[in-house]
């Protein structure tokens, strides 16, 4: 893959192509195992989607950002539009399509803040590559472009394309990705489950393999996210665990959207891949400490003094 030119010009913009749901969570004691049920304490219907969550991270650290995606003409599309622009996200390019309802997720958060996620896609699948063609201005001009796994692979094919800066994926949920796109990523961060599912693993049992299967992914820079243990930062020059600041946590829902938020956000600024990292394990950390996914990302003055 060609080098491309990560030096800080005019363009500091991050452009998120992604999902957008709304998140249906109910807190329970314990997670059901198959056929069983478990009643609720509470229920919340809150605005979340991996693109839109990680729109929102970047946005509230002072990022400036826009999103491309597809919610449905429905009042739930409404309440995601607002609460993206609510957290300055432009959202010009955010398509509202009648007939096709927006995306949800039933999201189950058991009493240590573990969570289990079931998502119908709705208009993020209906997101197309004349979408994508729409916003190549914003592409183009980018300084981070940053995409997930909730919507159709061919349009994150046309983004990279169109990217001259840095390109992050976060290959969540687990699906197979064309080989063309992985070739086109700059930055790859998937958790140990996605790792396994690219590197043909079943699991890892230290560090070392993770790194070895990072490395086998003949990616740049892979960071492999690790939940409470932080992050591990893999690439051609170096290898450095990252760990997280200690918090209470409460519900981990959207933590790693707060992750890669977060580390589009330092990038773009100029951080180095460490620093960015380091922001970026405690950007993940601060947002268990609240519940839900959009109103839990933390500041920029909330990162800057768990890091001091």
């Given at each position: 893959m060609g080098k491309k030119n990560y030096s800080v010009g005019e363009s500091k913009k991050i452009v998120v192509v992604g999902s957008a749901n709304i998140d249906l969570v109910a807190s329970v004691n314990h997670l059901p195992v198959p056929g069983e049920t478990v009643l609720g304490s509470s229920f919340n219907k809150i605005p979340g989607g991996k693109g839109a969550n990680q729109?929102?991270?970047?946005?509230?650290?002072?990022?400036?950002?826009?999103?491309?995606?597809?919610?449905?003409?429905?009042?739930?599309?409404?309440?995601?539009?607002?609460?993206?622009?609510?957290?300055?996200?432009?959202?010009?390019?955010?398509?509202?399509?009648?007939?096709?309802?927006?995306?949800?997720?039933?999201?189950?958060?058991?009493?240590?803040?573990?969570?289990?996620?079931?998502?119908?896609?709705?208009?993020?699948?209906?997101?197309a590559q004349e979408h994508i063609i729409a916003a190549k201005g914003i592409l183009e001009s980018a300084k981070v472009i940053l995409m997930q796994l909730e919507i159709p692979t061919s349009c994150l094919e046309t983004a990279t394309e169109m990217a001259n800066r840095i390109?992050?994926?976060?290959?969540?949920?687990?699906?197979?990705?064309?080989?063309?796109?992985?070739g086109k990523v700059d930055v790859l961060v998937p958790n140990q489950i996605e790792l396994a599912h690219l590197s043909n693993k079943e699991s890892f049992n230290n560090l070392d393999e993770i790194e070895n299967a990072a490395k086998s992914l003949?990616?740049?820079?892979?960071?492999?996210?690790?939940?409470?243990?932080?992050?591990?930062?893999?690439?051609?020059?170096?290898?450095?665990?990252?760990?997280?600041?200690?918090?209470?946590s409460v519900d981990t829902t959207g933590a790693g959207d707060a992750f890669c938020g977060s580390l589009a956000d330092s990038l773009s600024r100029g951080l180095s891949f460490i620093e960015s990292v380091e922001q970026s394990v405690a950007a993940g950390a601060l947002s268990t400490t609240r519940r839900g996914a959009q109103i839990s990302m933390p500041t920029r003055s909330e990162v800057d003094s768990v890091l001091r």
């Open positions: 729109a929102v991270a970047a946005s509230k650290l002072g990022g400036e950002v826009s999103f491309v995606g597809c919610v449905g003409s429905d009042q739930e599309g409404e309440i995601l539009r607002s609460s993206l622009e609510g957290a300055n996200v432009d959202c010009e390019f955010l398509t509202s399509l009648p007939e096709i309802p927006t995306g949800t997720a039933m999201i189950g958060v058991d009493a240590e803040g573990n969570n289990s996620i079931i998502v119908n896609s709705g208009a993020n699948g209906a997101l390109t992050i994926l976060n290959p969540a949920p687990v699906v197979d990705i064309p080989k063309g796109l992985l003949d990616i740049e820079t892979v960071i492999v996210t690790l939940g409470s243990k932080g992050a591990l930062l893999v690439s051609d020059s170096e290898t450095e665990l990252v760990s997280p600041p200690v918090v209470e």
